[in-house]
């Protein structure tokens, strides 16, 4: 049987999780959770993996995980080892900890991470562990909503931003947002295949990352592959030919059509090629890195309240990802 197909990249963004071995628990009492604590700030100092949200329960946990270097087995390896290892030494047993290695799943930043991260923070009440998310003292949800709670290694800027710039106002809104939902299922996340997010990024991943050949069969635990080769001038041609204008008139400042096309194209290239905005500020001209950043930032915001829009940049996306020369 081969192992699980673990699909890494720079700048991936996953929902880890492990069980105890034959539903045993894992966190017996508060030096087992600081010593989880401490093992997630060395996976962030050594690998740059870092934690946006987390939810130990006591023979299970989950974990909002993004990785800009693209080192999620050797870090959850390290985690996972290195907890075993002396989680046995100090209750004297021996033998695996956890159910296998890990579960991962990726995740769509801009579609997911949101009802990610609310599905880890009301994991507890799932689980008959308290009533509210806030109550659970192992979960980040507290540190969201009340700085007093915060520690170095954990990240909730990034999904603060998407509450509003004052911060006391966006712990406020999030906590709302998590809340709403404490009387219904969000196991949908559960449910979903390896790649949670849109047809168009389900279709980036696969396209990218996973073969189609029968040698896929039989794969590594981790499979790093190169990225096929989507340039700016194929984004721009598919833009410009879906709106019905000149490529020059997608990156020019007008308004109405126009204006939308750039933000598209903007999106894409940023999306389907993953680089750096500068980069992308030198080919579109005339706008500097940060307000590039922020014009698509502003963008990403409006797709989550305009389903067509969202469907547009999905179909898009995928048109430009099938004629790509392989």
């Excluded at 006591?58 to 989680?87: C, D, E, K, M």
């Excluded at 509450?163 to 219904?184: C, I, P, Q, T």
């Excluded at 340039?231 to 041609?237: M, T």
């Excluded at 940060?290 to 409006?302: I, V």
């Amino acid at each position: 049987m081969s192992r699980p197909l673990r699909i890494e990249y720079e700048g991936a963004w996953y929902h880890v999780i492990n069980r105890g071995a034959g539903r045993r628990k894992i966190f017996i009492d508060q030096k087992e959770y600081d010593l989880f604590f401490e093992l997630l700030n060395e996976i962030l100092e050594t690998w740059n993996v870092q934690t946006h949200a987390f939810s130990l329960i006591p023979n299970h946990y989950h974990l909002a995980i993004h990785t800009p270097n693209a080192q999620l087995s050797r870090a959850l390896r390290h985690l996972n080892g290195v907890y075993t290892q002396r989680f046995n030494r100090r209750h004297k047993t021996d033998g695996p900890l956890f159910r296998g290695r890990f579960k991962s799943k990726i995740i769509e930043k801009e579609t997911y991470l949101l009802e990610l991260v609310r599905y880890i923070h009301l994991n507890p009440v799932k689980a008959a562990l308290t009533k509210r998310p806030q109550d659970h003292r192992w979960t980040s949800h507290l540190a969201y909503i009340n700085d007093k709670h915060n520690v170095s290694w954990l990240f909730t800027d990034e999904v603060l931003s998407y509450f509003g710039k004052r911060r006391s106002s966006a712990r406020n809104k999030f906590d709302h947002f998590v809340n709403e939902r404490l009387d219904e299922s969000n196991d949908f996340i559960d449910k979903q295949g390896p790649i949670l997010g849109s047809k168009g990024f389900i279709e980036w991943v696969r396209y990218n990352f996973v073969r189609s050949d029968k040698s896929s069969d039989e794969i590594p635990e981790v499979r790093r592959l190169q990225r096929k080769e989507v340039d700016f001038s194929g984004i721009l041609g598919c833009v410009s030919s879906f709106y019905g204008i000149e490529r020059e008139d997608v990156l020019g400042s007008g308004q109405g059509k126009e204006n939308e096309a750039r933000k598209v194209a903007v999106y894409l290239m940023k999306k389907l090629t993953g680089a750096d905005y500068g980069i992308i500020a030198n080919y579109t001209g005339g706008v500097k890195k940060s307000a590039l950043a922020q014009l698509n930032h502003r963008f990403k915001k409006e797709m989550r309240h305009n389903d067509s829009l969202s469907a547009k940049c999905d179909d898009l996306a995928q048109n430009i990802m099938s004629n790509v020369r392989t």
